[in-house]
């Protein structure tokens, strides 16, 4: 990789510098970004959208990571998003993952550790430790994006609508969705009936059932 854009978003200036200093030993030339909070990562992100992997502490002073993490998520979906976390309890990970994120990474972690996984999110894979453990890859998510890709790519969708259309999958209401992905209610009643239209369903409850038969689940 010639150059990786990094942004880490934490609130406390020595776990930020620790986490800078330790993905200094990627190997490859790495640019640093840094936000104390989630409206500041978010107005960083719109204004570059070119950041190639996003760290995100789940304790901020103005939003819950589990809320950013779902928002960074589905607004830019190619960016890889990283919990770093002391709270790495199970359902802390599980939460995270289903909110988005590519991996969970635990604060207890070495450096060595750190810059292993990093490496395996940035190559497209996802990683999960638990409480310092060695990192162990996932392919659920991957395996549930593919799915998700292939029923859009059946029926014709566009990326804007694929989005749309993995936020319904998860239950979100029109409202939810457009508070995440950061459009009018109007606009995603639009989509949503685009959506409709291409699967060949009157309602939503049928475009979940037959989501569900091609593979597609919340």
């Known amino acids: 990789m010639e150059n990786c854009r990094v942004l880490v978003i934490e ?6 510098e ?3 200093s330790a993905l200094g030993q990627l190997g490859f030339p790495c640019e640093f970004s840094v936000a104390s909070c989630g409206k500041d990562a978010l107005a960083m992100i719109e204004d570059s959208k070119e950041f190639d992997l996003v760290l995100v502490d789940l304790m901020l002073p103005d939003m819950s990571g589990f ?3 779902s928002i960074l998520a589905h607004r ?5 998003v990283v919990v770093v976390s002391a709270l790495a309890d199970e359902a802390s ?3 995270a993952l289903k909110a988005g994120a590519a991996g969970f990474l635990s604060k ?10 990093i490496h395996t999110l940035l190559a497209g894979g996802v990683v999960v430790t638990e409480g310092g453990s060695t990192p162990v890859s996932s392919a659920a998510r991957h395996g549930k994006r593919r799915s998700m890709e292939s029923a859009a790519e059946h029926f014709g969708l566009t990326a804007a609508q694929t989005r749309v259309m993995e936020l319904m999958v998860e239950g979100r209401t029109n409202r939810e969705i457009a508070d995440l992905l950061g459009l009018a ?7 949503c009936s685009a959506i409709l239209r291409a699967l060949g369903v ?3 409850a049928q475009a979940l059932v037959l989501l569900a038969r091609q593979g597609v689940r919340g």
């Open 18 to 20: 620790a986490l800078v």
């Open 202 to 204: 009157p309602n939503r």
């Open 76 to 80: 830019f979906p190619a960016v890889p």
């Open 93 to 95: 990970v599980k939460r």
């Open 108 to 117: 207890s972690m070495s450096s060595d550790q750190l810059v292993e996984s």
């Open 185 to 191: 209610e109007g606009t995603i009643k639009v989509h």
């Open 11 to 16: 609130d406390h200036i020595l776990v930020r």
């Open 67 to 69: 809320s950013l993490v």
